[in-house]
């Protein structure tokens, strides 16, 4: 089989790593990355208009599978089906916002998305399609693939320094109480967040911070959580697969968490952090001082979470490709 995947360049992102997985298990395949957000100069409409044009313009011969996470990609994608260069197609839904942008700029994007769905032969969700609010915004079948990762690998005890590590854009503003708590703790605190510059580490750099680190902190605010399927959360991040909380675990280190985003039961269930209600400093502090003092035995626990949710593993049990 020979497959066409469709990614950003922003490091970590979930498509790239499934073509960590394709070339691990030797499938023929070709990634076409284009510029994220912070890396184009453009307004939204002008970006997504130059990405649609690089994908045509790079793709080389013709594939059995396309793979696309961005509903722009969508529209490349449709036109190389029309053309006879790609068989199938499928729309790997990341994340989806009720409201993205304002006025004119969001129903643009609400149409994109609409279309991708409509029109892909298969859809992937990385939020949980059994959802209320997801199958609802669905509106078709689609097939469960969170964020997984093309093998686990453990980091010898030694390379690890005391130390907490923030992945990601700060949604709403509980990065701020996690500096408070590591400063309460006296304890080093690094960030990984690719929509700020000073804050922009690659792929290798990132996973060196993270083979170092001894928490993980991924916070969500329960007070902006909507509840599904009444009301819309207003970011798909309080219903979608955490991909930080993911690596975290991925790499061995325990993570705080609230209990908002889905994949904190991950880390409940197999007991690897520590789970607070609220973004409290002192909550956190405490998080912070339990994993320290239990990092052993959570960090085991952090891998075999982790080890559930790898493409050979979920694949298999999902019977996808």
């Avoid at 969170?146 to 590590?165: C, E, Q, W």
Wanted: net charge neutral.
């Amino acid at each position: 089989m020979r497959i066409l995947v469709c990614s950003f360049t922003t490091p970590t992102y979930a498509p790239s790593e499934f073509a960590h997985y394709l070339e691990s298990t030797g499938h023929e395949f070709q990634l076409i990355q284009v510029p994220a957000k912070h890396e184009r100069r453009f307004i939204p409409g002008l970006s997504h208009l130059a990405n649609i044009r690089q994908i045509g313009r790079e793709v080389e011969g013709e594939f059995d599978l396309a793979v696309a996470p961005d509903p722009a990609f969508m529209l490349a994608l449709n036109e190389l089906k029309k053309k006879g260069r790609v068989a199938k197609t499928v729309y790997w839904r990341l994340d989806y916002f009720p409201r993205k942008y304002p006025g004119p700029f969001d129903k643009a994007y609400q149409w994109l998305e609409r279309n991708a769905v409509d029109t892909a032969d298969e859809v992937w969700s990385m939020a949980d399609p059994s959802i209320p609010y997801v199958r609802d915004s669905l509106r078709r079948e689609a097939l469960h693939v969170p964020y997984l990762f093309h093998k686990i690998g453990k980091v010898t005890p030694d390379r690890r320094v005391n130390s907490a590590m923030w992945m990601g854009p700060d949604l709403d503003g509980s990065r701020q109480t996690c500096v408070d708590a590591t400063n309460m703790a006296g304890l080093p605190f690094a960030i990984a967040d690719y929509s700020e510059a000073k804050y922009r580490l690659s792929e290798h750099e990132m996973n060196r911070f993270l083979n170092a680190t001894t928490v993980g902190l991924a916070l969500y605010r329960p007070d902006r959580w909507k509840p599904w399927p009444d009301t819309p959360p207003r970011s798909s991040k309080y219903y979608c697969d955490s991909a930080r909380i993911r690596r975290f675990l991925a790499h061995g280190v325990p993570v705080i968490t609230t209990d908002v985003a889905p994949t904190h039961t991950t880390v409940r269930d197999f007991a690897a952090g520590w789970v607070i209600p609220t973004c409290d400093v002192e909550l956190v502090k405490n998080g912070i001082e339990y994993c320290l003092e239990h990092f052993d035995r959570l960090s085991e626990n952090a891998y075999k979470a982790a080890a559930a949710f790898t493409y050979p593993a979920w694949f298999k049990k999902h019977h996808i490709l």
